[in-house]
C-alpha cells in the first residue's frame, strides 16, 4: 500500500511497517527532509527520484505538482512479483500490478 504526502507518510512512520520512501529529488520542504532523517535513522530506504516518476507513481495527483514524499508500507520492495502474490490476498493483486509498484522495483533494481 502507498502513503502519500507529508501527513501520511509521518504517520505511516509512527505506526506501520514501512518498506521504502520515494521523495521529491528537489524538495527543500523542510518537514520532507525530517521525514527522510526519521527513515534513514530506522534504517529504511530511501530513494530520491524526479518530478516525472513521482507524479506516475503517486496515488493522488492534484494539480501540476506531485506530493513531495511517498512511503510503501507492508512489504518488501525488494521482493518477487511471485513472491508478493503469493502472499497476498486476492484483493490486494491487482495494486500490486500497478505502475507504481513496477516503477519502484525498477528504481530499486538500477541501485
Given amino acids: 500500500m502507498q502513503r502519500c504526502g507529508i501527513a501520511e507518510v509521518s504517520s505511516a512512520l509512527e505506526s506501520e ?3 521504502l ?13 525530517r ?3 526519521m527513515a ?3 534504517g529504511i ?5 524526479s518530478k516525472n516518476d513521482m507524479w506516475r507513481m503517486s496515488r493522488v495527483n492534484e494539480g ?5 514524499i511517498l512511503a510503501l ?3 518488501d ?3 518477487g512479483t511471485n513472491e508478493i502474490l503469493s502472499s497476498r490476498s486476492e484483493e490486494h493483486t491487482s495494486e500490486l500490478q500497478s505502475p507504481m509498484y513496477l516503477v519502484c522495483r525498477l528504481l530499486l533494481e538500477k541501485k
Fill in 64 to 68: 501540476e505538482e506531485p506530493p513531495p
Fill in 17 to 19: 511497517e514501512v518498506a
Fill in 45 to 49: 530506504k530511501v530513494r530520491e527520484t
Fill in 40 to 42: 534513514e535513522e530506522r
Fill in 77 to 79: 520492495p525488494d521482493a
Fill in 21 to 33: 520512501i520515494l521523495a521529491l529529488r528537489e524538495s527543500k520542504d523542510i518537514e520532507v527532509a
Fill in 73 to 75: 508500507v507492508g512489504r
Fill in 35 to 37: 521525514l527522510l532523517v
